[in-house]
């Protein structure tokens, strides 16, 4: 087997994006890379590979190139693609979305706690990906090597977080966004309610993330980096409550319940947070009155404090760096108000 014909794959098991490192053989004829990749790219049309490379997702060499270079042997090609999905027939639903942007290349939309992104096991309707296709007038097979794959997703976030996607609406935003996450090019910004005040109030968790082995439905910091795989998030305390803080989470990677599991590992789990050990009163002496009023925030949030605040990102077409904010929803900001008032009574009784 020659060596163009060993293609190594990096997977992110979190954003939709697939990292495919290529060796071309030596022996290898003069061959327009377009049509090389192809060649070699099973499942993949001409046409979402010659997108890739316009939008500088195809790189030889570390160097983008144009559809028209020529390989040459041992070149080292580098292509980040949107990933593969399973085939399944998507039906378009008649789902309100909340819309905060749209042009003909990429859509602003604000999620609701609460729904799922995707389609998949024990979620076949009632998805983001539903309520997209219908916006789009689609109802088609979603695989890999269609223009409507997966409906333009390059990220995700969890079905109770609250907040800002950007979508994409054709192959080239698709293969444009996917290179910008895949180069921690995209701004981020989270608000969280954790228990406590973390110390320092600023700081950066460098912590690695895998499933916990223990309990496949979690995931788990590994400081040491000796498993799972590298994640960053940058925090900072915005207000101080007493028992809980609000904090502002950046993050430089995306992996799956990366800000989730990176506040529990520094002892900060999100408020409300069922699976992460944050529906418990961690901070406070436990006594009737207080368990009454945390009880209540419970039932006011009964999810994890956790919202996508804000996006940024460079436009496909444009190169215009574009910037959108989003407002708490209610049940957070009901959550935080409770806290302040709580916070206020405690200082009102010194």
């Known amino acids: ?16 994006y697939r990292h495919i490192a290529i ?25 979402r590979i010659q997108n890739a490379i316009r939008s500088g997702s195809v790189l030889v060499n570390g ?19 949107p990933r593969p999905m399973e085939d399944y027939r998507l039906v378009a639903q008649n789902i309100p979305l909340d819309i905060r942007y749209e042009d003909d290349d ?52 969890d079905k ?25 090019t995209i701004e981020r910004t989270y608000y969280a309610l954790v228990w406590g005040e973390p110390e320092p109030a600023e700081g950066t968790v460098n912590a690695h993330l895998d499933r916990d082995p223990r ?10 980096g000796s ?28 992996r799956t319940h990366q800000i989730r599991v990176h506040m529990q590992h520094i002892g900060h789990p999100l408020f409300s947070d069922d699976r992460y050990g944050g529906d418990r009163i961690i901070k406070g002496t436990v006594y009737s009155r207080y368990k009454e009023f945390v009880d209540k925030v419970f039932f006011i949030l009964p999810r ?9 990102f460079e436009h496909p077409r444009t190169g215009k760096w574009m910037q959108f904010e989003s407002e708490l929803p209610e049940d957070f900001s009901q959550a935080l108000q409770a806290w302040r008032a709580y916070l206020a009574q405690r200082k009102g009784g010194q």
């Open 1 to 16: 087997m020659s060596d163009n014909q060993l293609i190594q794959e990096d997977f992110a098991d979190d954003d939709y």
């Open 215 to 224: 309990f496949r439905q979690r995931f788990k910091a590994f400081p040491d």
């Open 304 to 312: 994890h404090a956790l919202h996508a605040k804000s996006l940024g």
């Open 160 to 184: 109770n977080t609250s907040g800002l996607m950007v979508v994409a609406k054709n192959d080239y935003a698709l293969a444009h966004l996917a290179k910008q996450f895949y180069n921690h």
């Open 63 to 81: 160097v983008e190139v144009k559809p028209n270079h020529k390989v040459k042997g041992g070149e080292q090609i580098s292509m980040i693609l």
């Open 23 to 47: 060796t071309v053989d030596a022996n290898q004829s003069s061959l327009r890379i377009d049509k090389f990749l192809f060649n070699r790219m099973e499942g993949v049309s001409r046409n």
């Open 227 to 254: 498993q799972g795989k590298w994640a960053v998030t940058h925090y900072k305390t915005l207000e101080k409550l007493y028992y809980v803080s609000l904090v502002q989470c950046k993050l430089e990677t995306g």
């Open 106 to 157: 990429v859509l602003i939309v604000h999620k609701a706690a609460g729904m799922v992104v995707h389609p998949g096991v024990g979620h076949a309707r009632g998805t983001l990906v539903n309520a997209l296709a219908y916006h789009f007038g689609k109802d088609l097979p979603v695989m890999e090597g269609n223009s409507e794959d997966r409906v333009g997703l390059v990220h995700r976030i």
